[in-house]
Structure formats: C-alpha cells, structure tokens
C-alpha cells in the first residue's frame, strides 16, 4: 500500500512557474511508474506526465511538453511536477497517481493508477 500526499499548488500569475511535489509513504519497486493527472472544473481528469520509478523514463502531453519536467528523489520518495510559463488553461487539481504494476509502458489511463492522493490544486490568472 502507497500513501501520496501532493503539495506545492497555489495561486500564481500566468507566466510563473509551479513546482509540485508528491511525498509517497512505502516502498516502492521497478514494478512502480507514478504520474501527475489535472481536472479543471467541468471536464475530465487528463493525464500530464508519468515517470517510471526506477530509471526516470518519462512521458508528457502535448499541451505542457517544453515547459515541463517531471522527476523523481528515490531518497526522498517523491516525485515533482514542475511547469513554467503557466498559462490559465494549466488551472486545475493536480492529482498524483502511482501504478504499481508498471509493465514497460507508461499508461497515460487513469484506471491503470492504482493509488491516488488528494490532489492540489493550481490556479494560474491571466
């Protein structure tokens, strides 16, 4: 069992940079990828980017590929989501997610997340 707590959202102004951060409670293994989802108000959860746990292969979504990096502390047991030039769209509740059977493909699905935290969310005004 994986606990993550996401902290780091706020209110910043279109153009700023966020930089998230998701503290995993137990262990995990090279069977683990974790990754970051958004739901804005109104529309579904989306997938923005997902890391594998042991080697940092990574995987964005066109919309914040360039001003993104997605990585990850093993010492810590964390992973970061940071985003520069914010734009209003990147408004949402940004949700960690690790699957804990990762098997060589990062899925951009959220039903293949098998544990979830509560989300932060991120405000980025115009």
């Known amino acids: 069992q994986v606990q993550l707590v996401e902290s780091g959202g706020g209110l910043v102004q279109a153009g700023d940079s966020l930089k998230l951060s998701c503290a995993a409670s137990?262990?995990?293994?090279?069977?683990?990828?974790l990754a970051w989802f958004r739901q804005a108000p109104g529309k579904e959860r989306e997938f923005v980017a997902a890391i594998t746990w042991d080697r940092g292969f990574n995987t964005y979504i066109e919309a914040v590929r360039g001003r993104s990096a997605i990585s990850r502390d093993k010492a810590k047991n964390t992973v970061y989501l940071e985003i520069d030039s914010l734009k209003p769209e990147d408004t949402a509740v940004y949700y960690c997610?690790?699957?804990?059977?990762?098997?060589?493909?990062?899925?951009?699905?959220?039903?293949?997340?098998?544990?979830w935290g509560q989300g932060t969310q991120v405000t980025a005004s115009s």
């Open positions: 997610a690790a699957d804990a059977h990762f098997g060589g493909r990062l899925s951009r699905s959220a039903a293949d997340y098998d544990f």
């Open positions: 137990g262990y995990m293994g090279v069977n683990y990828a």
